[in-house]
């Protein structure tokens, strides 16, 4: 806030002011200023130079003007603009972190890193989660975690070892340069958090590995939906395949969602909520709405006419 009112006073009266956080509130800030009209957000992914995507972020006082203006810049910086609303996360990390968490739970219950990995990677994703977050790197999302009072007890334990990824040469893997390889003393540590919390080590199949990794990310991008954060479906299918590597060839995650079937996805998901005792695991009251009319997310896009 203090930075954007500094460049309030600095800056011309026209000057757009774009912030590219992911975790603060873009109306928090827009506010901070007397031009909340010209504030909005302009999310860039990393590494900046190489991804394509760009989240441009509508405040509530953002103008239409402003919006064009950040939409023409992306264009011309040779990025694949959307635009999102307010949220923590916007859309990209929201539905991110409904993966995080069951990635989390998955290694408490009987799954080791490198299974979960190989299963997301064999969908097509250029890498699984862990060894995402050992490229981005654990001490990152750890702070984050407690600022806000949250455990994660693998991932909490890996950094309180110091193990931040790829940069201290160990994280869920140990490395050997960027080679990711598997390392029994992260096992000893997912046993002993599981030990601790009473939770009975089972085998996990492949196929519940990735309802769990996919699944949960649908019924987000359901939520983001009813709540106006994206305007379309395909919005937040662009948002996946071009910022994190979702693979194009099965078009996002919602065109995925109804090639799979609505039912099957409310159905499981309705199995992991009861199991795990996680509310925002319950089907999204939009995903029960389709599921009920027997129709998909691609109902939801207005068709154009020809004229």
């Given at each position: 806030k203090r930075v954007f009112a500094e460049l309030d006073r600095l800056a011309k009266p026209d000057a757009l002011l774009a912030t590219n956080t992911s975790t603060l509130d873009v109306n928090a800030i827009a506010a901070a200023t007397k031009r909340p009209?010209?504030?909005?957000?302009?999310?860039?992914?990393?590494?900046?130079?190489?991804?394509?995507?760009?989240?441009?972020?509508?405040?509530?006082?953002?103008?239409h003007q402003a919006l064009a203006t950040a939409l023409a810049i992306g264009k011309r910086l040779g990025k694949v603009p959307v635009v999102v609303g307010v949220c923590d996360?916007?859309?990209g990390n929201r539905m991110l972190a409904r993966r995080t968490t069951e990635a989390e739970r998955l290694l408490l219950e009987g799954a080791l890193p490198q299974e979960v990995d190989a299963v997301v990677y064999d969908f097509?994703?250029?890498?699984?989660?862990?060894?995402?977050?050992?490229?981005?790197?654990?001490?990152v999302g750890w702070r984050i975690r407690k600022a806000r009072g949250v455990k994660a007890p693998v991932s909490d334990a890996l950094c309180e070892a110091g193990r931040f990824g790829q940069k201290t040469g160990a994280g869920y893997y140990r490395y050997e340069g960027r080679t990711p390889i598997p390392d029994p003393e992260v096992e000893r540590i997912i046993a002993?958090?599981?030990?601790?919390?009473?939770?009975?080590?089972?085998?996990?199949?492949s196929q519940e590995i990735l309802e769990r990794m996919i699944y949960p990310m649908i019924n987000e991008g359901a939520r983001i939906l009813e709540e106006g954060i994206a305007m379309r479906p395909g919005d937040i299918d662009v948002v996946w395949v071009y910022g994190?590597?979702?693979?194009?060839?099965?078009?996002?995650?919602?065109?995925?969602?109804?090639?799979?079937?609505?039912r099957q996805i409310r159905d499981r998901l309705k199995e992991y909520a009861e199991r795990s005792g996680d509310p925002l695991l319950q089907p999204?009251?939009?995903?029960?709405?389709?599921?009920?009319?027997?129709?998909?997310?691609?109902?939801?896009?207005p068709q154009r006419t020809a004229t």
């Open positions: 009209e010209s504030v909005l957000g302009m999310h860039f992914f990393s590494p900046a130079n190489v991804m394509r995507l760009l989240e441009i972020v509508r405040g509530k006082a953002t103008s996360g916007f859309v097509g994703f250029p890498m699984g989660p862990f060894a995402m977050s050992d490229l981005a790197g654990l001490d002993e958090a599981s030990a601790r919390l009473g939770i009975p080590r089972r085998k996990i199949s994190y590597g979702w693979p194009a060839w099965r078009g996002g995650p919602m065109f995925y969602a109804d090639s799979v079937g609505l999204a009251p939009l995903l029960e709405k389709l599921v009920a009319e027997n129709k998909g997310f691609g109902s939801l896009t």
